[in-house]
């Protein structure tokens, strides 16, 4: 899908920094800047590297100036705000249009002049390649000069003042390269490169300030590069960056991001063009990861890493809906090298460091996969691969161990206990655990069910003897599940099983019950929750994760950080529980012809969805009364992956 913006987007300088984009390489590193080139958080950059992937990234070119001479006219193509805001830059005026497919694309237009930008990321490398293309129509020779603005930070960190920037290279070889803070910057260009005196701009983030972040960082020059247009002549200036000494042609960057992309999209499938666009979105989370040699998926996009639980949610969607196979079952094996106590990591080591197992989803999820991934492939080998460590998963969790998981005498899995927040409402202040839902969380316990279910047909399929005694356990958890959950009041289920308030909750989390394949309520309670959620809960864009009558319902998320996790779980409009939505009222009405024909409508909102925040993702979250604008991080792997797998039901039968 290809999106186009006009100076409509940009008629005001805070409308232009409403949208950006988003390329990433594979490793953990990414480029991302508004749709104007400004950068309006710490964390954009035309080249941010990872350097020990995932999650090793550094600011290495954070964005780009640019001026066009006219004859005696000097045009200055930048965007940027600066901490002086007086001194902001608005060349946004000349940019006539952006486009976004495969790559970014500007268009500039001013005095007879056209000026075409690319900025092409390299698969699999730390390489941007930048192109301008000048069409000089104004009678006038034209000259461009491009300065980067360096940083070469680690990700959120800021230039240090004493720190010192050395420029190497010459004319000799046509290579080129910045050294600072232990990192190297190579380049190569078909302009005249200057050295230039060092210079400093202390810039202006309008969206870290806005949630409490810091709000200015500082950038670096001491190079720029030149190019000069006769009248009438159409001429190109290329500019190849990258981490690496021996650096690919721009030519081959471009076509290389546009074939992988090409065989994404025909490897997915998908009819919808929505779809399609999603299946790209999802491959912009799945990395490298060089601690365990295999692949993982990164939660979201500038802020989040590669965490359990967030993988084993958005695996479905990213992987096995788009038809990633390999790619899941390396996901998968990373998990199965990991689990520990029945437990899998929350997070992943990095150095010396050990795993995280501080998730009580991760593990069942984990079964769930596997699942689909099965019938999906009916690969009995990875099956009876993964078959002990499943085992191992329920008898841990049947007998009991860390973080207060433990089978209670009725069958249902009780989780969290003190200070540990162990579902994915997980937010803790201090000693404010705003969602303290340690008890019997109602979706843990529909994982837990399902795995049950699973495991006794995985015991059949591969011929093992303990079918009969998870057929037991399963039917003990379903009916504890109806006699403890069910709440007739509200018609619905509560959250959790914990003897407070916060039992009787109408939150998203029952959603799940009724979305998995082994049904744990009778049809009828199905669809009251349904119908149920859809009253309470739904907006356009997700799921809001509380009644908005009830008392502790915040309406906006923003601000500092303590504003912001107070309202995370609390109202606030979480986009990855639509996916269970969508599936739980497909399967309520029988995936009849007009079930589909109102999820096919109501999917025509991720359409918009698409193109505000960052263009062809969907982010993380939106403010719970009214979600216009996206919030958190703005992609986000779990809201795509379990849109796609809506997406995926919807075209089960595509060839």
């Known amino acids: 899908m290809k999106y186009i913006y006009g100076k409509q987007a940009w008629k005001t300088f805070e409308r232009g920094e409403e949208n950006c984009w988003l390329m990433t390489n594979g490793l953990g590193g990414f480029s991302s800047l508004t749709v104007m080139g400004s950068c309006s958080r710490n964390d954009h950059a035309v080249l941010m590297a990872c350097v020990h ?130 990192q190297t910057l190579y ?61 690919d042609t721009v030519d081959a960057v471009i076509d290389s ?150 089978m209670d005498d009725d069958g249902l899995i009780m989780a969290g206990g003190g200070y540990d927040q162990v579902t994915w409402m997980d937010v803790r202040v201090g000693d404010i655990l705003p969602t ?26 591969l011929g093992v003897a303990q079918a009969k005694d998870y057929t037991a356990m399963a039917k003990k958890t379903r009916k504890s599940f109806g006699e403890k959950f069910w709440n007739e009041k509200t018609g619905c289920l509560r959250d959790v099983v914990s003897g407070t308030k916060a039992d009787d909750q109408i939150r998203c989390n029952q959603i799940w019950a009724v979305a998995q394949p082994f049904s744990i309520l009778s049809p009828e309670q199905e669809k009251q929750v349904v119908e149920t959620v859809y009253a309470k809960l739904h907006t356009p864009y997700g799921l809001r994760t509380l009644d908005p009558m009830d008392a502790e319902f915040h309406p906006g998320y923003g601000g500092p950080q303590l504003e912001r996790d107070l309202a995370y779980h609390q109202g606030t409009v979480w986009v990855f529980p639509m996916g269970a939505y969508y599936l739980a009222y497909l399967k309520v009405n029988g995936y009849s012809d007009e079930a589909k024909a109102m999820v096919w409508s109501q999917l025509e909102d991720i359409d918009a969805a698409l193109c505000e925040g960052c263009i062809g993702q969907l982010p993380e979250i939106y403010s719970g009364e009214n979600p216009v604008d996206s919030k958190g991080c703005f992609a986000q792997a779990w809201s795509v992956g379990e849109i796609l797998r809506v997406y995926d039901a919807l075209e089960k039968d595509r060839p």
């Open 53 to 182: 992937s995932p999650n090793h990234r550094w600011n290495m070119i954070h964005r780009l100036d640019e001026v066009l001479t006219v004859g005696d006219v000097t045009l200055d193509l930048v965007s940027q705000d600066y901490e002086e805001h007086e001194e902001r830059e608005e060349g946004q005026k000349y940019l006539a249009r952006f486009t976004y497919e495969d790559y970014p694309v500007w268009t500039y237009e001013a005095e007879g002049v056209q000026l075409e930008k690319i900025i092409a990321m390299m698969p699999g490398k730390n390489t941007v390649a930048i192109l301008y293309k000048v069409t000089n129509r104004s009678g006038k020779t034209v000259e461009l000069k491009v300065t980067p603005q360096l940083e070469f930070v680690p990700k959120t960190a800021k230039v240090k003042a004493d720190q010192k920037f050395a420029f190497e290279g010459g004319e000799n070889d046509g290579r080129y390269a910045v050294t600072s803070n232990g």
């Open 187 to 247: 380049f190569n260009t078909s302009g005249t490169v200057k050295e230039l005196p060092e210079t400093r701009k202390t810039l202006y983030y309008a969206y870290d300030e806005a949630d409490g972040r810091p709000e200015t960082g500082v950038a670096v020059a001491n190079h720029c590069v030149e190019m000069r247009v006769t009248a009438g002549e159409v001429k190109s200036l290329h500019l190849v960056c990258g981490m690496e000494e021996t650096l």
């Open 257 to 406: 991001l546009t074939v992988y992309r090409k065989r994404l999209k025909e490897q997915a499938g998908f009819a919808s063009e929505t779809a399609s666009t999603l299946a790209l979105a999802a491959d912009q989370f799945i990395s490298h990861r060089e601690s365990t040699g295999k692949q993982t998926i990164l939660a979201g996009f500038p802020f989040f890493e590669d965490w359990g639980r967030d993988t084993m949610i958005a695996l479905g969607g990213c992987c096995l809906a788009v038809r990633r196979y390999e790619e899941a079952k390396s996901i998968l094996r990373t998990f199965m090298a990991y689990c520990d106590k029945g437990l899998m990591p929350n997070l992943f080591p990095e150095g010396k460091n050990a795993p995280l197992y501080n998730t009580v989803d991760a593990a069942l999820l984990f079964v769930l996969s596997v699942y689909d991934y099965y019938h999906r492939t009916r690969d009995v080998e990875f099956l009876r691969e993964a078959y002990p460590v499943m085992e191992q998963i329920v008898h841990w969790y049947a007998k009991g161990t860390d973080f207060s998981i433990k």
């Open 436 to 461: 303290p839902r340690h008890g019997k969380p109602v979706e843990i316990n529909a994982y837990w069910y399902n795995a049950l279910c699973m495991m006794s047909e995985f015991s059949e399929i």
